[in-house]
């Protein structure tokens, strides 16, 4: 199940947004070098690939081997019109990760717990610990907690404080600020992240402060199981827009049922052989209930890949 | 050069799909002087030094690419800064989505749903009258209430929590600075005392908020180290020569502040070998450019180098003729941590393709090397940065600069230095060394006094609104074309930082996508 939604977390997160991509420069550098020739026996008919044209945005690494590939300084500059100018492309928002202490913030105020023992976590330091935050099954037994936690999906206050390094958490002890780039392992956290609320936005209501209208928190769903355009702009920080209205109910409508499954959790033994120590029966999730909590988290992940 | 953490996953690897942000980033590469010499001259005169080469690492080199001028037009894109309010029909104008990275950078959050809808029923109507209909307006107005706050009860603006809160980080990522810091005092090899690393933060981010001229950033005398409270969100005042038990202050009297320069956290933050780590962090954190900083008109071929620098070429140590560091070993012994003393003469060879940036350095260096390692003074203004020589003795301010070599008719255990420091060629010296308090004060105001201060902090602020990388390690520049009407709005109202981030946000440019 988990595997299903970190697909479709990723195609939606690329399909669904357009808010907050960035726009791609069209095409990849063209080579000047010249064909290799033919040494072997002369072959018939036209040698094409039929693979799609790779799109993506063009980094500074591209521009670099281009130049020294073709050692024609033009085409770097040809490349260099398609982003503009440094007049030009200095006016431009880009976009970088998210602060981290602004995501637990976010967090909070769309109405994800992020409390133990009734205070706020926020903000983590670097040097916390998070097992307080761990959930009951995991947090009953110290000796197979690390299979617990690999195979148990734990509340989003945990995954915030524990992957704080990951999502961003300034290293000032290393004369670091935060970084300002997503890697992959950042972003694969940002939705690991929104993957663990989207359970407990589902389930309640979006009661953080930030969605509050006249005194009313927003609405994720309407009675028909479709998304409701106050609840997603909420999500989003911005106005949802019908096509990501229409997008976000057929993945409601869409989602297969997650069956009920029964967890192992092991413990390594010093031989290096490992030992069961319990069996842990994961419920059942309804294809609604499973739509839900992919939507949200879709939503969550597309549109706060940037700041 | 950002680090990546790289943890696994939690959940089942392999699994995720994710498209490519196509972000990369610049790596600024560290200069090397020169090719390393083989062996070290001899020591010629009496208490002359010996001259030992010192290399900074090289990465990778920066690619030269030599490109022909050319001029890009842009159609339809890149509007100057004063442009000023634009027809809703614009489709690059994106009021929503200027709310949103507007309310995360200076909120702290995402909008609420409440200003949303406000924002969401102005662009509906579409007016151009300076009412709730009108989107420019109800964007500023809800801009205003991030950066101002709202008015209290006698009609004062009153900032909010999240601002203050967002500030405070803001000057923390610049400065690469927060938490706590546990180091030696002093030359003591075990006595380990604390600093805290946000009060140079909080001081900045207290200059921000309460609208004060920002250039006090250099130059403010006293209360020069306030605390920011996270959880209420408010500043308190504060004393860097205050002491408590683990804390022994910075050891510069009230009035003798410079504001950030005399900070200890910033001090201790960035300890190193000749101070040239403090050095450079003013240099790449306030003037917004590595080094080497400083230009000549022309550059100059002398020898094999070509000397950019305007201080005169053999200006700083280096093993050529009248330019070596002497050392007295009777009354100025080189010694180190713990008292034990170094017998050896060796001094940094500062050669001519270092000079382009230690012609800088080296005049501004020492001055900051008088604090030690929990940023704390010494009561002698004696050097507690550490040479590079063999037993890495605490430096001298001779191996900077060859005219502050002791003079042996009158070997004084603290010489005054003539004019040695200066924050650019051609200012003003300021005296190292004596008894007195070294004049931080006067450093401070020669960079206020300079318009390149003033224009980084532009700079800076500009990249975070804009989601762009830092200005000097990721080489995210920002043009004058772009910045020199916001960097002149800035100076001439009083250099207040609010006010500047108002008119950035509030940009005919920001708001377009």
Redesign the interface.
């Known amino acids: 199940m988990?595997?299903s939604l970190?697909?479709f977390?990723?195609?939606l997160?690329?399909v669904g947004s357009n808010?907050?991509l960035?726009t791609?420069d069209p095409s990849a550098p063209q080579s000047n070098l010249p064909p290799a020739v033919a040494t072997g026996p002369q072959q018939g008919g036209t040698d094409t690939s039929s693979a799609p044209t790779a799109v993506?945005?063009?980094?500074?690494?591209d521009g670099?081997t281009v130049?020294d590939q073709s050692g024609d300084?033009?085409l770097?500059?040809q490349q260099?019109?398609n982003v503009?100018?440094?007049?030009?492309s200095?006016?431009?928002?880009?976009?970088?990760k998210?602060?981290f202490?602004?995501l637990g913030?976010?967090l909070v105020?769309?109405g994800v717990d992020m409390k133990a023992g009734g205070t706020s976590i926020l903000?983590v330091?670097?040097i916390t610990d998070c097992s307080p935050l761990i959930n009951a099954t995991c947090a009953a037994r110290a000796d197979d907690r690390l299979s617990c936690?690999?195979n148990i999906?734990?509340p989003a206050k945990f995954?915030y404080c524990?992957?704080r390094?990951?999502l961003g958490l300034?290293?000032?002890?290393?004369?670091?600020?935060?970084?300002?780039?997503?890697?992959?392992?950042?972003?694969?956290?940002l939705?690991?992240l929104f993957a663990s609320a989207a359970p407990e936005l589902v389930a309640g209501t979006l009661s953080g402060?930030?969605?509050?209208?006249a005194g009313k928190p927003?609405v994720l769903f309407n009675a028909d199981n479709t998304c409701n355009e106050?609840g997603v702009?909420?999500l989003?920080?911005?106005?949802a827009t019908d096509d990501q209205i229409t997008l976000c109910s057929r993945v409601v409508a869409q989602a297969v049922a997650t069956p009920a499954a029964s967890v192992n959790l092991k413990v390594r033994n010093d031989d290096g052989s490992e030992s069961i120590t319990r069996t842990i029966a994961v419920s059942a999730i309804t294809a609604l209930e499973t739509g839900k909590r992919l939507a949200v988290a879709a939503v969550l992940s597309a549109a706060h890949?940037?700041? | 050069m950002s680090k990546k953490n790289c943890m696994s996953s939690r959940l089942p690897s392999g699994s995720a799909t994710l498209f490519a942000m196509g972000l990369g980033a610049l790596f600024a590469p560290a200069m090397g002087c020169g090719n390393a010499e083989v062996g070290a001259a001899p020591a010629s005169a009496s208490g002359e030094g010996t001259p030992i080469s010192y290399e900074h690492a090289a990465t990778t080199t920066r690619p030269s690419l030599n490109l022909s001028t050319y001029r890009y037009i842009p159609s339809g894109d890149g509007l100057s800064s004063s442009t000023g309010k634009v027809d809703n029909l614009d489709r690059d104008v994106d009021y929503g989505l200027a709310l949103r990275t507007a309310s995360i950078k200076l909120h702290g959050d995402l909008p609420t749903l409440t200003d949303i809808r406000r924002m969401q029923a102005a662009v509906k109507a579409g007016k151009n009258d300076s009412t709730e209909n009108d989107p420019s307006f109800v964007y500023n107005d809800l801009v205003h209430t991030y950066i101002f706050g709202t008015k209290d009860g006698s009609g004062k603006y009153v900032t909010t929590p999240e601002f203050r809160r967002q500030m405070f980080n803001f000057w923390r990522n610049q400065m690469r600075m927060g938490g706590t810091l546990t180091a030696l005092f002093q030359a003591s090899m075990t006595d380990m005392r604390s600093v805290s690393l946000d009060t140079a933060p909080a001081l900045a981010a207290r200059l921000t908020v309460e609208e004060t001229d920002m250039t006090n950033l250099f130059t403010q005398s006293s209360n020069t180290c306030p605390t920011f409270d996270p959880v209420s969100a408010t500043f308190a005042d504060g004393s860097c020569a205050a002491k408590t038990d683990t804390f022994p202050g910075n050891n510069v009297p009230e009035g003798q502040q410079a504001g950030v320069l005399t900070n200890p956290g910033f001090l201790a933050q960035y300890y190193s070998n000749f101070g040239f780590r403090r050095s450079r962090l003013i240099q790449e954190v306030f003037a917004c450019s590595a080094l080497p900083s400083e230009f000549a008109a022309k550059p100059k071929q002398i020898g094999e180098y070509l000397y950019s620098s305007p201080w005169d070429f053999d200006s700083v140590t280096n093993n050529t003729d009248g330019h070596k560091a002497v050392f007295d070993a009777v009354n100025l012994p080189r010694t180190a941590r713990g008292g034990v003393v170094a017998k050896n003469t060796e001094f940094v060879n500062f050669r001519g393709d270092c000079q382009n940036c230690h012609g800088t350095q080296n005049h501004r260096a020492p001055l900051f090397g008088v604090f030690d390692q929990v940023g704390f003074r010494s009561p002698t203004n004696k050097l507690m940065v550490t040479s590079t020589a063999t037993g890495s003795p605490f430096a001298q301010i001779q191996e900077y600069q060859w005219q502050c070599n002791p003079d042996p008719a009158k070997p004084v255990a603290n010489a005054v230095c003539t004019g040695a420091i200066s924050w650019k060629y051609g200012l003003p010296g300021i005296d190292f060394g004596g008894p007195a308090v070294p004049n931080f004060n006067a450093f401070g105001k020669q960079m206020a006094a300079d318009d390149t201060t003033a224009k980084c902090m532009m700079i800076r602020l500009w990249n975070n609104a804009y989601s762009r990388d830092d200005v000097v390690d990721q080489l995210a520049l920002v043009p004058d074309a772009v910045i020199d009407d916001l960097t002149a709005y800035f100076k001439s109202n009083k250099y207040n930082l609010k006010m500047a981030m108002y008119k950035m946000y509030t940009d005919a440019n920001f708001i377009r996508f």
Not at chain 1, 173 to 185: D, H, I, K, M, P
């Open positions: 988990q595997k970190l697909r977390m990723g195609i997160a690329l808010g907050c960035p791609y993506r945005p063009q980094n500074p690494a670099v130049w300084p033009n770097v500059a260099l019109s503009g100018s440094l007049d030009v200095a006016r431009k928002h880009s976009c970088n998210m602060k202490d602004t913030r976010l105020s769309r903000p330091p670097a936690l690999g999906s734990q995954v524990d992957a390094l990951t300034p290293q000032y002890s290393a004369r670091l600020a935060e970084a300002t780039g997503q890697s992959t392992a950042s972003g694969t956290k939705f690991d402060a930030g969605c509050m209208l927003a106050a702009t909420c989003q920080g911005y106005p890949s940037c700041e």
